[in-house]
């Protein structure tokens, strides 16, 4: 006579905390097998238009931003495009993050730098190396037609790089949350999964 075996089905909230435990990182596992990461990059290339960055597409519509993460040597974001002068930027920049203090930094360091150079700074950036952090570039600075100046260039590149970290810092913070236990918690319960009694899935 084959022996028939009988489970018991728990849901999240019927588990033991060690059991939950174990719930959530199961459900880690797989969490971000998808684009999670586009709402970022949509709002980071509205804000990089404001400030007169125009970052390549990868195809027709997502944005030539790249990144690696999260807690690693080498872990950063970039993105490849150029930036020329956009007035108003600074004032601008207020209107759509007005909370953002980094963003204003950024935006009035590029006015700044612009006002001492005539409004006459533009620069080509593009990814190079192995990495995909903010020193994995190539940002060539030019003053009107001609190459800026070795100190110029340095200053407007920090600058871009700055907005590089900005970008991989709203990264961070997007998978943080992601993968905070409320929202995790929140993703096992609205999709009813069930598991045994040590939070294995059934």
């Known amino acids: 006579m084959p022996t028939t075996l009988t489970h018991t089905a728990y849901t999240y909230d019927e588990l033991s905390e060690a059991a939950k435990e174990t719930a959530?990182?199961?459900?880690?596992?797989?969490?971000?097998?998808?684009?999670?990461?586009?709402?970022?990059?949509?709002?980071?290339?509205?804000?990089?238009?404001?400030?007169?960055?125009?970052?390549?597409?990868?195809?027709?519509?997502?944005?030539?931003?790249?990144?690696?993460?999260?807690?690693?040597?080498?872990?950063?974001?970039?993105?490849?495009?150029?930036?020329?002068?956009?007035?108003?930027?600074?004032?601008?920049?207020?209107?759509?993050?007005?909370?953002d203090d980094e963003l204003h930094r950024i935006a009035d360091r590029l006015f700044d730098i612009q006002r001492r150079n005539f409004f006459q700074l533009s620069a080509n950036v593009s990814h190079s190396g192995r990495y995909y952090h903010e020193f994995c570039t190539s940002i060539h600075v030019f003053?009107?037609?001609?190459?800026?100046?070795?100190?110029?260039?340095?200053?407007?590149?920090?600058?871009?790089?700055?907005?590089?970290?900005?970008?991989?810092?709203?990264?961070?913070?997007?998978?943080?949350?992601?993968?905070?236990?409320e929202t995790v918690e929140e993703s096992i319960r609205a999709n009813e999964y069930l598991f045994d009694e040590d939070g294995r899935p059934f």
């Open 24 to 99: 959530r990182d199961w459900y880690r596992q797989g969490a971000l097998d998808y684009e999670w990461y586009d709402s970022v990059y949509y709002d980071a290339d509205q804000i990089a238009k404001i400030l007169g960055i125009e970052i390549d597409r990868r195809g027709k519509y997502s944005p030539a931003i790249y990144f690696t993460g999260f807690y690693s040597q080498g872990d950063g974001a970039c993105f490849e495009g150029s930036y020329s002068y956009a007035k108003g930027a600074h004032k601008r920049i207020r209107e759509y993050a007005p909370l």
């Open 143 to 181: 003053h009107g037609s001609d190459w800026a100046d070795a100190d110029t260039a340095e200053d407007l590149a920090d600058i871009l790089r700055d907005f590089m970290r900005w970008i991989y810092s709203r990264l961070e913070a997007e998978h943080d949350f992601l993968m905070s236990d």
